[in-house]
């Protein structure tokens, strides 16, 4: 579905993120947190905007987009800065899912073929302020770009006049009505800007406002109603709370229809506490808020399961989950490929830091870079030489040991396996 997006914009200077394109004034010394409270509060995306003059402070914001990416939870944007292919080569490895080239610039406008048939036009888009831009190059424009971002709220109505490629609004502060207006228009792909990044956390209830306006977002709107649940003779409903990305169950508790009713409206795990028969918002005191991924029903429609991003740790105890105590358990070897994949890259980073005598993984380390990549490149070769045989066995083998290889040339790099299938992910 062609969802409108709300997407609060960071801007990036020094280091630091700032008020906007025209004001440096300093909002956050640390622009991780900021774009994960953006997120954690109902952004759709999130547009970085890289402010750097210089080539080193773009390298350091390079990074920033990297970690940004990398915990924020939905798709990063990012701008500023481009010159050349090789920048926006480098916004995209670092995790974004979508360039934003300045039409301003002459040489960017000659970039924008080159680019879009390299990394393909939904991962590239240009940032206009006057009209004319969009109506002098509209053929180039529609042919190459997946979206326009308007960074003018005075040309963005001639300019929707005159193009069918989508485009995100940057607006200032304006009226709910005037909002809603521009929303809905069709051409209108998202919202950035203050009239966002200043609403942050009024984002669910601007949600809920589009939707009653008849306005498409992507807010949680369950296919069953409470009353279609299965409820205990007290009325309530067991929840099962589960790690979003490692898939770890973080705790068990309950809800009533308010407790339901708010969860889904604000976007944060809200139960009911038993104890204290009242509602209970998880991390009201401790900070250790339970944003919500999806929420699933079981076969029986009796017991819900939760992915959420939590913050912090989910026990009181203080352990990431509530399940921490063992009561049995089977030593045997797991076949789950994450868990193989995690637990053999944990002792070759442990053999990093810690080097064992012998280690054939230490050999590799002292021998450096040059040793890793050749025997890289002779393991590579065997899995050809492999691939020949009709016994799959040997190709097995050879894969085994190409990936091991990996895993040495990862842990040599500083990359790890999340970097890996988040790159992945997006392909």
């Known amino acids: 579905m062609n969802y409108k997006k709300l997407i609060p914009c960071i801007y990036l200077e020094k280091g630091n993120a700032v008020q906007g394109l025209r004001n440096n004034t300093i909002i956050s010394m640390n ?55 090789e920048d926006v080569k480098k916004i995209l490895y670092a995790g974004c899912k979508k360039a934003v080239l300045n039409l301003s610039k002459e040489s960017n406008l000659e970039l924008i073929q080159e ?8 991962k590239i888009a240009g940032a206009f302020q006057e009209f004319k831009t969009i109506k002098v ?23 929707l006049a005159v193009t069918e490629t989508p485009v995100i609004a940057m607006l200032p502060q304006i009226s709910l009505d005037k909002m809603l207006s521009i929303l ?21 209830g601007l949600k809920k406002l589009c939707k009653e306006n008849g306005i498409l977002v992507n807010a949680f709107e369950p296919e069953l109603k409470w009353d279609d649940f299965k409820k205990n003779k007290d009325g309530l409903i067991p929840v099962v709370v589960q790690d979003y990305k490692t898939e ?56 819900i399961l939760a992915k959420v991003s939590q913050v912090g740790a989910a026990c009181h105890t203080g352990n990431y989950s509530c399940f921490f105590t063992d009561l049995v358990k089977k030593q045997e070897t797991t076949n789950n490929p994450n868990k193989v994949f995690e637990d053999v890259f944990a002792v070759i980073l442990d053999r990093k830091i810690n080097p064992k005598e012998g280690s054939y993984t230490n050999y590799l380390f002292d021998k450096g870079i040059d040793k890793i990549l050749k025997k890289l490149g002779e ?32 842990a040599e790099k500083g990359i790890t396996w999340e970097d890996i299938t988040t790159e992945l992910s997006k392909r």
């Open 31 to 85: 622009p991780v947190e900021l774009a994960l409270h953006y997120s954690e509060n109902g952004a759709d995306e999130l547009m970085i905007m890289d402010l750097s003059t210089q080539d080193v402070e773009h390298e350091e914001h390079l990074g920033l987009m990297k970690q940004i990416a990398q915990v924020a939870g939905v798709p990063v944007i990012g701008a500023g800065h481009i010159n050349r292919m």
């Open 115 to 122: 680019v879009s048939s390299k990394f393909g036009k939904e």
């Open 137 to 159: 190059y509209k053929k180039l424009i529609e042919q190459y770009l997946g979206e326009l971002v308007s960074l003018d709220e005075l040309s963005l109505k001639e300019s």
């Open 184 to 204: 809905s228009l069709k051409e209108i792909s998202g919202l950035s800007g203050d009239i966002i990044n200043e609403n942050v956390k009024e984002l669910q």
């Open 248 to 303: 770890q169950v973080l705790m068990v508790a309950y809800m009533n229809q308010e407790s339901y009713e708010t969860t889904l409206e604000t976007g944060k795990m809200t139960y009911y506490s038993r104890s204290r028969q009242e509602l209970w918002l998880k991390g009201a005191t401790s900070g250790h808020f339970q944003y919500v991924k999806a929420l699933s029903i079981d076969c029986d429609l009796d017991t």
């Open 379 to 410: 393991e590579a070769t065997e899995i050809v030489i492999a691939a020949k045989n009709p016994n799959p066995e040997e190709i097995k083998y050879e894969i085994s040991d190409f990936l091991y290889h990996c895993m040495v040339l990862m």
